[in-house]
C-alpha cells in the first residue's frame, strides 16, 4: 500500500486542533507533524503521494453506531454480501468510515442467522474489518432487541419482543456484537445484563418503558447509553421523569441522538446537549431501507454528515464538538478507540476532509487510500 502526506490542513483530532501534516504508512497514521514540516520527524524519506488540506478541516471519519440498511439494502430482511458491500461503499462517500449493522427485534433463529452472516462477511472480526478498506467498516454488530418493552415497540414487531433470559443471548449473541439495545427494567435481577458485560458487550437502555428508579438501577448495574434517546421512551413529566430524565442526569451515561430535526426537534437536541454537553453526546443516524417515507417514523433518512452539518447550522454546539460527537464518542461507547474515532499515532488512516467554509466533504480517506 503507497503512502500518503496530507498537509495543510487544519486538524481535528479531535481531543485536540492544530495545523498538522498527517503521514500515512501501510493504511495506519504515523505520525501527525507541523504545518510546516515536509518530512517525518525521524528523517524518512517523503512520499510522492501527497494531498493539500489547505482552507480545510481534517477529521475522523465518522462512525454511526445505528444502521439498519439504506435504500438498497435491508439489514431487517436477508441482505446478500453485494448489496452490504454497496452500501458500505456509498457510507465511504458520505464520511461514514466505520459503523455498527444494526439488527431489529426478530425471531431468534433469524436473528442468529443474521449475526452469523454479517460476522463471516467480516463484522467485527478485527482481522477482517480493520485490513478491509474496500468500504466503511463493520467494526462490529448492534442488536436493537427482541428484549424490549411491549410498550415501546416502534417499528419492532411486537410478535417478536420477548423477555429477556441468558438463554436467549447465549443462543444469538457471538464475539461480534458490541451493542445491544433492551429494556433493562425487564430484566429486574440484572442477570442478561452482568452476562453480556462480561462478555464485553456494551448494554444500552432503549425502547423501554422504564420509570426514573427502575433506569437509575440499571445504570447503576453498568448501564453505559441511551438508545436514540426521546424516541420510543416514556416523555418527559414533571412528576413521573421516567427514564430520559434518568439519563439527562446520570455523569457517566451518553445518550445518542438522531439529529434531522423529525426524530428531535432542534430544541430537543440542544436540551441533550446542554444536559450531557459534548463528551457525552453520540449522534447516531437508525438509518433504514424504509427511513422516513412519507412522514413516518420507521428508521431515518438521515447521513451522519448531514447531522454534524445540522447541530452547527441550528446553533447546538461548533463543528469540532458535532465531530467529536460523531467520532471520538462513539468509538470509545463501543471500546476501539485505539483504532478508529481519533487521529493519533498507529490508528487506521480513516479520515475526511472538509471545506471550511460550507462543511461540505471534499474528500474521504479510508485506510490510507483516497476515496472521493
Known amino acids: 500500500?503507497?503512502?500518503?502526506?496530507?498537509?495543510?490542513?487544519?486538524?481535528?483530532?479531535?481531543?485536540?486542533?492544530?495545523?498538522?501534516?498527517?503521514f500515512i504508512n501501510d493504511g495506519r497514521i504515523v505520525e501527525i507533524a507541523s504545518a510546516a514540516s515536509d518530512k517525518r520527524g525521524d528523517g524518512a524519506a517523503e512520499?510522492?503521494?501527497?494531498?493539500?488540506?489547505?482552507?480545510?478541516?481534517?477529521?475522523?471519519?465518522?462512525?454511526?453506531?445505528?444502521?439498519?440498511?439504506?435504500?438498497?439494502?435491508?439489514?431487517?430482511?436477508?441482505?446478500?454480501?453485494?448489496?452490504?458491500?454497496?452500501?458500505?461503499?456509498?457510507?465511504?462517500?458520505?464520511?461514514?468510515?466505520s459503523f455498527l449493522p444494526t439488527l431489529i427485534t426478530d425471531d431468534a433463529k433469524h436473528l442468529k442467522v443474521n449475526v452469523d452472516r454479517l460476522t463471516a462477511w467480516g463484522a467485527g472480526v478485527k482481522a477482517k474489518w480493520s485490513t478491509d478498506n474496500s468500504g466503511a467498516r463493520m467494526v462490529g454488530i448492534h442488536l436493537e432487541g427482541p428484549c424490549l418493552s411491549p410498550q415501546r415497540p416502534g417499528v419492532h414487531p411486537p410478535e417478536w419482543i420477548v423477555e429477556p433470559s441468558v438463554s436467549l443471548f447465549e443462543e444469538i449473541v457471538n464475539p461480534s456484537v458490541k451493542l445491544v439495545t433492551m429494556a433493562c427494567e425487564r430484566d429486574s435481577d440484572s442477570n442478561c445484563q452482568k452476562w453480556l458485560q462480561e462478555r464485553g458487550v456494551i448494554v444500552s437502555l432503549g425502547h423501554s418503558n422504564a420509570t426514573y428508579d427502575q433506569a437509575q438501577t440499571a445504570f447503576k448495574a453498568g448501564v453505559t447509553?441511551?438508545?436514540?434517546?426521546?424516541?420510543?421512551l416514556p416523555p418527559l413529566h414533571h412528576r413521573e421523569p421516567g427514564a430520559v430524565s434518568a439519563a439527562l442526569l446520570d455523569r457517566l451515561v451518553s445518550c445518542?441522538?438522531?439529529?434531522d430535526g423529525l426524530h428531535l426537534s432542534p430544541q430537543a437536541v440542544e436540551l441533550?446537549?446542554?444536559?450531557?454537553g459534548f463528551e457525552h453526546t453520540i449522534l447516531v443516524t437508525d438509518i433504514a431501507h424504509i427511513g422516513t417515507t412519507g412522514g413516518g417514523l420507521v428508521g431515518s433518512s438521515i447521513t451522519l454528515d448531514q447531522a454534524v452539518r445540522n447541530v452547527v447550522k441550528w446553533g447546538v454546539t461548533s463543528f469540532a464538538n458535532a465531530i467529536r460527537m460523531a467520532t471520538f464518542n462513539a468509538a470509545k461507547a463501543i471500546g476501539v478507540l485505539d483504532e478508529v474515532g481519533c487521529i493519533q499515532r498507529d490508528a487506521l488512516a480513516d479520515l475526511v476532509i472538509w471545506d471550511k467554509e460550507t462543511l461540505a466533504i471534499k474528500h474521504v480517506i479510508v485506510g490510507g487510500v483516497v476515496k472521493t
Open 272 to 276: 441533550i446537549y446542554r444536559m450531557k
Open 47 to 97: 512520499t510522492d503521494n501527497r494531498l493539500d488540506a489547505t482552507g480545510c478541516y481534517v477529521t475522523p471519519g465518522l462512525i454511526d453506531l445505528q444502521v439498519n440498511g439504506d435504500p438498497n439494502c435491508s439489514l431487517w430482511g436477508d441482505p446478500t454480501e453485494s448489496e452490504l458491500l454497496a452500501m458500505r461503499k456509498a457510507f465511504v462517500t458520505v464520511g461514514v468510515t
Open 225 to 232: 447509553m441511551m438508545t436514540h434517546t426521546f424516541n420510543a
Open 256 to 259: 445518542c441522538v438522531i439529529a
Open 1 to 22: 500500500m503507497s503512502n500518503l502526506v496530507i498537509t495543510g490542513g487544519h486538524v481535528l483530532t479531535p481531543v485536540a486542533e492544530r495545523f498538522s501534516s498527517i
